[in-house]
């Protein structure tokens, strides 16, 4: 019996954090952070695949989907402030021991939060979310430039970040067959980044991700300290988080399962690719030993 996922806000610092939540309570949990400029929408193919066994709240982030989306002169869009905002709504829905799964943005939002509560992360699931500079494409050169001078690359980091046809190429990435993606992936998200005020909170925000890549050796030395259960999937036709970024994580888990397939940046856009992920999902969180609850057997 497929559980019914519920849409959900909460208060948050003063702000309101839209979220999803399906799948019995008394089950472990998997906390599901998306990445740009997606939102929590992209977890429901697991949402359909998994609620009936496993706990999932996935919240979005402020400025994104359906939470609130303060100006950014009235709220710092930065990954350390994501971070916290994260941290405190996993606080408010009672959310202390959970799989971390994460995918892009999520990834420098959830490495924050698990080197700030360790104990609260059970298992990590990684989805196209870069931590070596292996996984940095040729795309981030423009990238790298705006980091070093704003003012002279942000004409060009937005048409290379927030353009239809950078949404268009996040989707289809390097793939032979195009044909089989839903324009409705991109379009979408083209219109949430066309909202007002959206360029510059996205702009803020991109222009903070040079603090993720300054991280990434603290992060390689706490995984390498943590050796967390990890499961890496990862899409090789993704052209701005290259597959080597997959790779490079097992010379701090060498004890990783790692699977990368042909699939893009949002591996879960096609069906037969969830499906492929969920199994790996349910056979790696099974072999761990995480609580499963079927909900039908609790009478829901």
Known sequence: ?????????????????????????????????????????????????????????????????????PPSDKFAYTFDHLATIVDHFAQSVHATSYVLYVQDYGGPVGMRLAMAHPERVKALIIQNATSHEDGLGPLWATRKAFWNDRSKYEAAVEQNLMSLAAAKQRHVGTSPDPSVYDPDLWTGEYAMLSRPGETAIQSDLFYDYRTNVASYPQWQAWLRKAQPKTLVVWGRYDPSQLAAGAVAYARDLPQAEIHVMDAGHFALDLAPDADAIAAWMLDFLGRNGFVVRHACANGR
Not at 13 to 36: C, K, M, N, V, W
């Open 1 to 69: 019996m497929r559980e019914p996922t519920r849409y959900k806000s909460v208060e948050v610092d003063g702000l309101q954090i839209f979220y999803r939540e399906a799948g019995p309570s008394a089950a472990t949990t998997i906390l599901l952070l998306h990445g740009f400029p997606s939102t929590s929408r992209m977890y429901e193919p697991l949402f359909q695949r998994l609620a009936d066994r496993y706990h999932l709240i996935a919240p979005d982030y402020p400025g994104f989907g359906h939470s609130d989306a």
